[in-house]
């Protein structure tokens, strides 16, 4: 394809107004564009036509731009298709995987920026004839060496390996080529070689057993003997090594090289490219990390949500259903914040807003939210969406908001080291402090002294409830520091002896903690936690005594593999709860058994009675997992 030859460029909507812009935008690039009014028009220009570049707008009320993609990748021709897809709609994290799976290249939002989308087309264009050009150059050039190398193989040799060299050095930055006469040690490398390998071509001795060092050693083993075994009738080679540069930085490379034997069979010279696949190997990885990160959330989110679901009591099946889905709908309205700041935060005040936006009806200020900017991790965000959906549904029950005259006043404030959050309740019915707490007291006094290491105080006077919130905040250690002297309930509980198994449970979400407690209470077990931090788990482990246990793997993004060893020093069996999969887990605990949030009861059962039963045969019997609980013993359990 010669530089001033014309491509195709496919323009697919069904609003023709949409496609007479986009045809104004790019007509400036001296392209042929052709376009489609709908997913079928298309695939029929792409059947007849040749077509660099697929333009198509997301939604169209046949077949939309996904599934057009779809069509499009099935078939053999359009595999390599270069697809742009146009989006007049948010297109959420998914939906880019989404597309980008299918095969799309590229996204484009509405309204359509012209210098963008031009720039955008002009690289997939300019890709596409670049593309098209080497290929006929490839052809072009394996047509002359099939045409001359019978005659001229032997005086002709060097002249290829030579072309070969220029040829690779075309390539921008990213390849290098090499040289290595085996008989002589003379190595030749061009500048793309220097570059990857990260040396001055002047100041480095090209000698074998200089390049050596350079590869890492596992690497350098593994090639060394994939040579030595032999390569049979092949005299290609081509393997994926790691170059370690003289600044300690490692890059990922793909080596290509070609074996010439000698008269007597012996390799007398290897010419060969390396291609530095780095940037390809870190996008691989964060795509990977991405997906476990977008599971290990979708999990931990379903096990909250369980928790929810399970913990929650009322007397009604209305009242019921009414409190399961105002916690969750807190839980979704801190998770929608999150997922605009691609989890990185969420705003306080719009989080707050959010949370009391249904008491604020009808013109009337009843409730008034006021405080500095403030940024909350995610962890930090979800605690405080959930305290203040319990505070809000307990004034709307008993408190300010139900009557007309209450109000509620919520304010916050930045102190060294802490946020500090007040809520107070004015105008409302009289007010007396509770016999026992409520379920939603104990998840704000769970949530916010458990597992962040905060302070609650609840003043129940008279004319209304005033909540004061400490928390840390200011820095990632503070927020994950959980000092024992934080916990309401004393030191480590001291388990009474019995047939009943002890059992440590170590859970950073308090809602899914309290829920697993219960559970196991309810299996016959002494529990010991849950504990949220490291630190305070670690305690226990070196303090307590215990005939099993259940660790959550992630603790606020610390692992809790010091406690595994602490246990495993001590013979104590375990068991793994996990958002992610189990193939990022620490080999050493590779037998380990693993069960998967959202928890299920019938696994749970299952693994502990086969875990108790080892370690009862292992004392010499005594644990069973059905052994009945009284009264006393159970209340005692729970209170751990």
């Known amino acids: 394809m010669a530089p001033d030859d014309k491509i195709n460029i496919l323009l697919v909507d069904d ?107 002009r690289v997939f264009a300019e890709l596409y004839r670049k593309t098209r050009q080497l290929e006929a150059l490839n052809r072009d050039l394996e047509q002359r060496v099939v045409e001359r190398t019978a005659e001229l193989e032997a005086s002709t040799i060097r002249l290829l390996q030579s072309e070969q060299r220029r040829s690779v050095a075309l390539a921008a930055g990213q390849m290098g080529s090499w040289d290595w006469d085996v008989v002589t040690g003379e190595c030749v490398w061009d500048d793309g070689q220097y570059r990857i390998f990260g040396v001055e071509p002047g100041a480095f001795q090209l000698t074998f057993d200089n390049i050596r060092p350079f590869i ?8 060394e003997a994939l040579v030595s075994k032999g390569l049979g009738d092949k005299h290609t080679l ?151 959906h319990e505070l809000a549904t307990n004034a709307a029950k008993y408190g300010a908001l139900s009557s007309r005259s209450g109000e509620v006043a919520m304010s916050w ?14 105008g409302g019915p009289a007010v007396t402090p509770p016999a026992s707490q409520g379920f939603g007291t104990k998840i704000i006094n769970a949530s916010i002294k458990r597992q962040i290491g905060g302070k609650v105080t609840f003043d129940w006077r008279p004319q209304g409830l005033q909540c004061r919130l400490s928390l840390p905040y200011g820095s990632k250690d503070a927020v994950r520091a959980n000092p024992r002297g934080a916990r309401d309930d004393g030191n480590l509980v001291q388990l009474k002896t019995g047939v009943a198994p002890r059992l440590l449970l170590v859970e950073d979400e308090v809602l899914v903690g ?62 793994f709860v996990t958002g992610y999969d189990d193939k990022g887990l620490d080999p050493r605990y590779a037998d380990a058994p693993v069960l998967q949030k959202p928890i299920d009861q019938a696994s749970l059962r299952k693994i502990l009675g086969s875990v108790i039963g080892d370690r009862a045969a292992e004392n010499g019997g005594g644990l069973p997992v059905t052994t009945p609980v009284t009264a006393e013993t159970h209340d005692s359990a729970r209170s751990a």
């Open 15 to 121: 609003q023709p107004a949409k496609l007479l812009t986009y045809e104004a935008i790019l007509e400036q690039l001296g392209e042929n564009l052709i376009k489609a009014n709908s997913a079928k028009e298309a695939f029929e220009q792409l059947l007849k036509t040749e077509i660099a570049i697929v333009l198509v707008d997301v939604c169209m009320p046949d077949l939309d731009g996904f599934q057009l993609a779809a069509m499009v990748r099935e078939h053999p021709r359009f595999q390599k298709t270069a697809i742009i897809f146009v989006s007049a709609i948010n297109v959420a994290d998914v939906d880019h995987l989404r597309g980008y799976e299918i095969g799309a290249v590229d996204y484009v939002p509405v309204p359509v920026i012209p210098e963008v989308l031009r720039a955008k087309v």
């Open 216 to 223: 890492h050693p596992e690497d350098l083993q593994r090639i």
């Open 238 to 388: 081509q393997t994926e090594a790691r170059i370690i540069r003289p600044n300690g930085e490692t890059r990922w490379c793909i080596c290509a090289a070609a074996l010439t034997p000698g008269a007597d069979g012996r390799i007398v010279r290897v010419s060969g490219v390396t291609i530095d696949i780095s940037d390809r190997k870190d996008a691989e990885d964060r795509q990977a990390l991405l997906a476990r990160e977008v599971d290990h959330r979708a999990r931990n989110t379903l096990a909250v949500v369980q928790a929810i679901v399970r913990l929650t009591q009322a007397s009604t099946t209305p009242g019921y259903v009414s409190a399961v889905e105002g916690r969750i709908r807190a839980l979704a309205q801190s998770h929608n914040l999150l997922s605009r700041s691609y989890w990185q935060g969420a705003d306080l005040g719009q989080l707050a807003s959010e949370e009391l936006a249904p008491y604020r009806t009808g013109g009337t200020a009843k409730v008034r939210v006021s405080g500095p900017a403030v940024f909350l991790p995610p962890d930090l965000a979800q605690t405080i969406a959930l305290a203040l």
């Open 413 to 426: 404030k930045l102190e060294p080291g802490n946020l500090v959050l007040k809520w107070g309740e004015t």
């Open 514 to 575: 309290m829920m697993m407690r219960d559970v196991l209470t309810d299996l016959g077990f002494f529990v010991a936690g849950p504990f949220c931090t490291l630190a305070e788990a670690g305690s226990a482990a070196t303090n307590g005594s215990f005939d099993c246990a259940i660790l959550d793997v992630n603790l606020a993004g610390e692992p809790v593999y010091p406690v595994a060893e602490l246990l495993s020093e001590r013979k104590v069996p375990f068991i």
